[in-house]
Structures are given as C-alpha cells and as structure tokens.
C-alpha cells in the first residue's frame, strides 16, 4: 500500500481498522513552537550557561589539568544535561540551556581523556560515549549532533600517530570512505530490517544518527579534495606513492562513483539506458583526476534516490567544491586542468544531445507538433555549448596575445611569504605605488579602472611616477613612459595582483624575488607574468 501522499490521522485510521493497533491509540500530542520563538530562546539560554561555565572553571583551575577532575566535572555535567533532555515536559529554555552544558562537559571530558590515553583509545571511548547519549536521549536534531560527533571521532580514532598530512592523504582517503560504507550499510540494513512497527524507535536512532555520521564525512572529503589540491594533487610527486597503490585510489574512487549510479539505477528504472550510463562513466572518469569525488557521487546518488535530501544537498555541494578545487590542483597546468574540465563538459553536451536527438527521432513518428518543441531545445543546447567555449577560448586567447605582444618591463617589489591555510603558499606583492595613489583619489575617476604612469630606465625597470586622468593638460607620454590599468584589492590598489602562488616546499626559491615581471599594452592593459631576482632574471617554478 502506498501511504506517501496519506496524512499521519489517516495511517494511524487505517491501522486501527487492520487491528495493527488498539482503537484507543492516537498520535502524540505535538507542541507547536515558532522557529523565532526558538532561536530566541536558545540565545538567552547560551548568554546565561556561558558566563555561569567561564566562573566554574575559574574556580576549579588546576583541579581540571591535573588529576581526575576533569572525569568528574566531565561527567557531572554530562549527566546533568542528558537527565534535562530526556525530559518530556521540560521547559524551552531550561531544554535549550542544556545543550552547552552537554558540550562543555564533552569537552571537559575529552580534556581528560586526550591528556592521559592514546589519541585512538581517547578518540575510541568519545565515539562510545556519542552512541550511549543518543541512545538515553530520544531527540532526533541531537541525535543528528551526535552522530556527527562520532564521526569525526571515528576517523581521529584511526589515523596513525605521526602520519604527515602530506603523505597520509591515502590513509585519510581509506577512512573516510570506509566510515562512507559503514554509514551507508547501516541505513541499507535499517530499510532492510527495522522498517516495521515493533522496531521504529531503532530505526529513527538509526536514521538521526547515521545521517549526522555521513554528514561529517561529507564534510571530511570535501576537506581533503580540496588540501590534496594544494598539496601537489592526490597523486602528486611528492607524496612518493606507488603506482600500483595509485591505480587502486582511482579503481577505488570509480567504483565508489558506479557503485552510487547503482544503486540509484536500482530506484529509478529510467536510469537503466545508455544514456544515463554514459553521463555516468564520465563522472566516474572524473574520479580518476579527483579520488574524492566517487564517495561524494555515491551519497548524491544514494541519498537522492532514497529521498534524503538533507544528505543530497551537503554531497552535492561538497562534489562542487571538490570540482572548484581542483582549478588550485597545483601539480598541474592551467592548459591541463582546462582540457579536463572542458573534455568532460564537451562529453556530457554530446551524450545530451545525442539523447535530445533520439527523443526527438521518436516524436518526429507521433506528430509534428512534438517535432517543433524539441528542435529549438537541442538547438538552444547546442548555443549555450558553442558559446561556453568561445567565452573560454577568447579569454585565453587574449591572455596568450597579450603576453607575446605586450610591452615587457620590471617592477621593484617588497615580498612577504606568509602561510594560506585555504590557498597554499604563496608571496605577497606590494609595489610601492606612493602615497598619492589612493582611494581618496581615485574616487574622482568614477566607474573606470584609474591607471598609472610608470617611468622605465635601461634596463626596463618601472617606477609609478603619477597617476595618469585622460583629457588633462599635459597628459601625454614620453617615450620611456609606459601607462598600466590598476586593479581592485581589499579596498586599495595594486598593479595586476598582490600576490604569487606557488608549490608548497618552494618558498626557498621565491625568496630571491626583487621585481615582478609584466607584460603591458599601449592601452595599459598588463598581466603579470612572474617574477625576477635582483638581475632581472626570471626564477622558473
């Protein structure tokens, strides 16, 4: 019997009438509480546990760094908490007032337990304590917490000790995905087995748990595909990885990837065609450039056919950021990274178009009506592709022109090498362009980009001499003078970009850089091309 589209009154009915239940069950009474109403109240409740928190652990100082006090006070708290939660009545505030004192007694408690175990025998009876909390507290956003929790956990539990994040990206790989499994077999036994009246309440422990366990790992993998990225790529030279143990990361990632259309194909008979397979396979060839990318295409097509459309969101917004990380792939060429990207575009418009054409085929034997709607679709299709890539060409094709016909010259620089965690090493550039270049300035040009007059010596050194207003007296330049458009940064201006990046490992090299090296137009267009030594000679990546 298909009970979607039925209300909970009408199931509940009709399980009364089958004698599945008493006639005097009825639902559960449903206390209604504004979103507002909530957030509000859970302000107050962290303003008032936070100060309360901040003056208990001053007055216990050294009785939680030494000693058991922390397992104490850990547990004290934790206790207090969950008997609050598992009320039935308890008010708003008081339940919302006891959410940070169960985080700070967590917290307390990993203190303890990280200070005197082993990180995997700490990490090990955390993720034992998240399970026996959602299983004493039925409340199902906590239990989503918890499981998430736990998950975290789970991986810290099973990282080896002294694993470089550089050269574990293939261990952290492996956990990730078997967490991915272990949550995926848990929700296939649960549909499996516990979907009958007598074990509800295991199945919703089950789903709030398991859905917060995957959500972490969703998080974990859009993590690492993004650091591997920076960190010369998943298989990057550095990392010193076999080529055997490399082909079995791409095997792995693609059978995650085909694994997920699997299942989904399963749900959804229409997936069963070639064409569907096809766009498939070309998603998993995507995996074999970014092994993240399989476990996220599993849970997006899992998570989807099942419904689950919290899980689907966080997959396919992770498997995009994967997807836009990988352009910081350092290992590689922007030529490169654009053929992959642009292939694997170019290869889903043909698969769409060839299914467009065969729909079309097959409505050309109907009528020709259905002829006339789907022509200017495949046309329009067939546009946009046309069009993506010209948009693409013709900007590399600019920047390509402008780098051999472009005026070559040097500008001085002043270096810094700080550390981007989110964007690898990289050299921040500052030109000098003098205290009259500012927005204050500025601001008289309007909407136009403001340029600057530099003045070249022999050697093709620049040096900003003022800033150049078109139409003003005595604007016109001599033949050592050159004009470059400035750009927009942080509030302020800079020649081209402020910065530099480059491979993780190499700043040694890049600390010689004394100028950086332009190619600039008539018109004051420039791009900057890399950066030179205190000869003017070009330090190569």
Same mark, same amino acid.
């Given at each position: ?67 058991g006090g922390a397992y104490l006070v ?62 004493? +507290? ?40 078997a967490g991915v499994v272990m949550g ?16 509800? =309440? ?19 993998? =859009? ?82 056919? #099942?419904?689950?459309?919290?899980? =689907? ?37 043909? +698969? ?84 009259? +270049? ?5 601001y008289r040009l309007g909407t136009a ?28 330049? =001599? ?10 940064? #942080? ?51």
């Amino acid at each position: 019997m298909n009970t979607a589209a039925l209300t909970s009154a009408q199931v509940l009915q009709r399980a009364i009438t089958a004698g599945l239940l008493p006639s005097s069950a009825e639902l559960p009474a449903t206390e209604e509480r504004p979103w507002s109403l909530v957030m509000l109240t859970a302000l107050g409740a962290w303003l008032a546990a936070v100060p309360l928190l901040i003056c208990i652990y001053l007055l216990l100082g050294a009785a939680l760094t030494e000693g058991g006090g922390a397992y104490l006070v850990g547990a004290l708290l934790v206790a207090a908490a969950s008997i609050i939660l598992r009320a039935r009545k308890a008010a708003l505030f008081v339940e919302q007032l006891a959410l940070p004192l169960l985080l700070s007694g967590a917290l307390t408690l990993s203190l303890g337990l990280y200070r005197d175990l082993h990180e995997s025998v700490a990490s090990a009876l955390l993720l034992i304590v998240c399970f026996g909390l959602a299983l004493a +507290i039925d409340k199902a956003w906590l239990r989503v917490l918890l499981g998430a929790a736990a998950g975290l956990f789970f991986c810290i539990m099973l990282i080896p000790t002294g694993l470089s994040q550089r050269k574990g990206l293939g261990v952290y790989w492996l956990i990730l995905h078997a967490g991915v499994v272990m949550g995926l077999v848990a929700l296939l036994l649960q549909q499996a087995r516990l979907l009958h009246g007598r074990h509800a =309440a295991k199945a919703a422990l089950l789903e709030a748990v398991a859905t917060g366990w995957l959500l972490m790992l969703v998080l974990g993998l =859009a993590v690492l595909g993004s650091f591997a990225a920076l960190e010369q790529g998943f298989f990057g030279p550095e990392l010193e990885m076999p080529a055997s143990l490399r082909w079995a990361y791409q095997a792995g990632a693609v059978a995650f990837a085909l694994g997920g259309f699997a299942l989904a194909a399963r749900a959804w008979p229409d997936l069963r065609r070639p064409m569907p397979l096809a766009v498939a396979m070309v998603l998993a060839g995507l995996c074999i450039w970014l092994p993240c990318l399989g476990g996220l295409l599993m849970l997006l097509a899992w998570s989807s056919s #099942n419904r689950r459309w919290e899980l =689907a969101t966080a997959s396919a917004s992770a498997a995009v950021w994967v997807l836009g990380a990988s352009y910081y792939q350092l290992s590689w060429g922007l030529s490169s990274k654009a053929a992959v990207l642009v292939s694997a575009a170019a290869l889903l418009a043909l +698969i769409v178009g060839l299914a467009a054409r065969s729909q079309y085929t097959v409505a050309s034997t109907v009528s020709a009506n259905s002829q006339a709607r789907r022509m200017p679709g495949a046309a329009w299709l067939l546009s946009a592709s046309l069009l993506g890539l010209a948009v693409v060409n013709t900007g590399i094709w600019q920047k390509q022109r402008l780098i051999s016909e472009g005026r070559p010259l040097f500008v001085a620089l002043a270096p810094v090498d700080p550390r981007s965690l989110m964007q690898g090493d990289f050299m921040r550039l500052n030109y000098g362009l003098g205290s009259d +270049i500012n927005a204050a300035h500025l601001y008289r040009l309007g909407t136009a980009r403001p340029q600057v007059v530099l003045k070249l010596d022999a050697r093709g050194v620049a040096r900003v001499q003022r800033l150049h207003e078109p139409g003003a007296t005595g604007t016109a330049l =001599a033949p050592d003078e050159q004009l470059m458009e400035l750009s927009p940064k #942080n509030g302020g201006w800079t020649l081209v970009s402020d910065a530099w990046f480059f491979r993780e490992g190499d700043g040694a090299r890049w600390q010689a850089a004394k100028y950086g090296e332009f190619r600039v137009r008539p018109d004051g267009q420039a791009l900057l091309v890399g950066l030179a030594d205190a000869k003017l000679q070009r330090i190569e990546p």
